[in-house]
Nanobody, 112 residues
Framework: EVQLVESGGGLVQPGGSLRLSCEASGFTFSSYAMIWVRQAPGKGLEWVSRASSADPTTSYADSVKGRFTISRDIPKNTLYLQMNSLKPEDTAVYYC?????WGQGTQVTVSS
C-alpha cells in the first residue's frame, strides 16, 4: 500500500522558516518524481516544486523560487521542502504527491 505522510507544518512569523517532510512507503521511492502542491484557503491547488527521479533536477513555481528548496533522502524514503523567508501568502495546506497518490497534507500558517 502506497503511503505519503507529511509533517513539519505549523505557525511561523513572516520571514521565518519551516522544513516539511513527506515520508513515503509502499513503492520504490527513488524511481518516481515527487512534487509538492499547496492549497490556500478558498483557492485551488497550486504546484510548488518538483524533484525528478533519475537525476537531481528540481523545479519551482515562480512564487517560491529562491526561497524554497526541495530535496529527497533516498535511504530514508523522505521528501523535504525547506521553506525560508516565508510570507503570509505562503499560508496553505501543503501536500506531497506522486502519480495518483497524495498525502493528508500539513498546515502552514504564516502570520504575525
Amino acid at each position: 500500500e502506497v503511503q505519503l505522510v507529511e509533517s513539519g507544518g505549523g505557525l511561523v512569523q513572516p520571514g521565518g522558516s519551516l522544513r516539511l517532510s513527506c515520508e513515503a512507503s509502499g513503492f520504490t521511492f527513488s524511481s518516481y518524481a515527487m512534487i509538492w502542491v499547496r492549497q490556500a484557503p478558498g483557492k485551488g491547488l497550486e504546484w510548488v516544486s518538483r524533484a525528478s527521479s533519475a537525476d537531481p533536477t528540481t523545479s519551482y513555481a515562480d512564487s517560491v523560487k529562491g526561497r524554497f528548496t526541495i530535496s529527497r533522502d533516498i535511504p530514508k524514503n523522505t521528501l523535504y521542502l525547506q521553506m525560508n523567508s516565508l510570507k503570509p501568502e505562503d499560508t496553505a495546506v501543503y501536500y506531497c504527491n506522486t502519480a495518483e497518490y497524495w498525502g493528508q497534507g500539513t498546515q502552514v500558517t504564516v502570520s504575525s
